[in-house]
């Protein structure tokens, strides 16, 4: 009888075992087999190192420097994001961020840095903006500053909303820090040049309860990309400058305000090369003009002058359903003919089309 205990089967048939392990189980498949322990040690570290968040208190400042001494783990850390709930905190907390930065600097690793609200105050609507005001100071004066000194390459600054709601009747923590954060950051009291872009992070939307959406707007690569954000009027919160002459568009799986999406594709439709259009929702503005889409195709409104691809499928507005199915009948272009082609037919309305028609 052949053996087939998990030792004797070849590394190929055990690699591919552990792909299929969801990652909340990565934890107990590592446990039950040393051979497991190796051949999942990359998958482990990617999904559960790569993006760090620790409270500013000695037991997660000194968690962080322990897991920055591990090379096995500190290489895979891309973002570090620091919890903080707008007090003030002692100078021997520089240390251990110092320290944290030294340890990822010597590795080489571009880190994306940023802050999270962890914790409510009772008077926020009383206190709201000196609470402000001291996480912004915090964030500059001892994260960002300590980053600096061990020269640790920066990537984007990361306003992380992901443990408050996204929508109430009066302002929210995630409106508050999203703003102030976007503010300082647009009058250079965080410089952008010490940053390759912006990234907001959120937590699940109302249609996806398990999805968790972010808007990224990268200044190196030109590019905006909003996904699974609900509508929150996430373009009138960001500040003009980030859609001025932006290479490519992704929007999926997002609610936007017609008015607004018009206007970002008029400020850069000289430069635009790419626009993926996917399950995107249009609203209507508050007491604005109503866009429909035919209306934001319509080529003298947004001359796309340089568009090399584009994706188009499911689009809604508010008003008349889905106008453009989504599934098998995604709308791909790849070159410029097929471009042409696209934007044409959906500025006369019309969605039945062949590419090379």
Not at 59 to 85: D, M
Not at 156 to 164: G, P
Not at 166 to 188: C, E, G, H, I, M
Not at 199 to 216: A, C, D, M, Q, W
Request: aromatic residues 8%; contains cysteine; hydrophobic residues 40%.
């Amino acid at each position: 009888m052949t053996d087939t205990h998990i030792p004797h089967l070849p590394n190929e048939i055990l690699c591919e075992i552990a792909m299929h392990v969801a990652n909340e189980d990565l934890l107990h498949i590592r446990l039950s087999a040393k051979i497991f322990h190796v051949v999942t040690a990359n998958r482990f570290a990617v999904t559960f190192f790569e993006n760090r968040a620790y409270d500013i208190s000695p037991k997660g400042l000194k968690a962080l420097v322990n897991i920055t001494k591990n090379s096995a783990f500190a290489r895979h850390i891309r973002t570090v994001i620091i919890g903080h709930g707008g007090r003030f905190y002692l100078t021997r907390h520089n240390n251990y961020l110092e320290e944290a930065f030294q340890n990822l600097a010597s590795i080489g690793n571009t880190i994306s840095l940023g802050m999270r609200h962890v914790r409510k105050c009772r008077r926020y609507e009383r206190e709201r903006h000196r609470l402000l005001d001291n996480t912004i100071k915090f964030f500059r004066k001892k994260v960002l500053d300590a980053a600096i000194r061990v020269q640790m390459p920066l990537e984007d600054l990361v306003v992380d909303t992901q443990s408050t709601p996204q929508n109430r009747a009066l302002p929210s923590v995630s409106d508050d820090w999203v703003d102030a954060f976007t503010r300082y950051f647009s009058k250079n009291v965080i410089r952008k040049d010490q940053f390759q872009g912006l990234r907001v992070k959120f937590g699940s939307t109302e249609s996806n309860p398990s999805s968790s959406g972010h808007i990224l707007i990268n200044n190196r690569v030109k590019k905006l990309e909003v996904l699974h954000v609900g509508l929150w009027g996430w373009h009138c919160r960001l500040p003009i400058q980030h859609y001025l002459g932006l290479h490519d568009i992704v929007l999926e799986d997002c609610d936007v305000y017609g008015s607004c999406l018009k206007r970002t594709l008029e400020m850069s439709s000289h430069v635009l090369e790419h626009l993926t259009l996917y399950n995107v929702r249009l609203k209507e503005f508050p007491q604005g003009r109503f866009e429909t889409w035919i209306s934001l195709f319509t080529a003298p409104t947004i001359p796309l002058r340089v568009l090399k691809s584009c994706k188009f499928g499911n689009l809604w507005d508010e008003t008349n359903g889905c106008w453009l199915e989504g599934s098998d009948k995604i709308i791909e272009a790849s070159t410029r003919a097929q471009v042409s082609t696209v934007l044409a037919n959906l500025a006369a309305g019309i969605s039945n089309f062949t590419l090379d028609g």
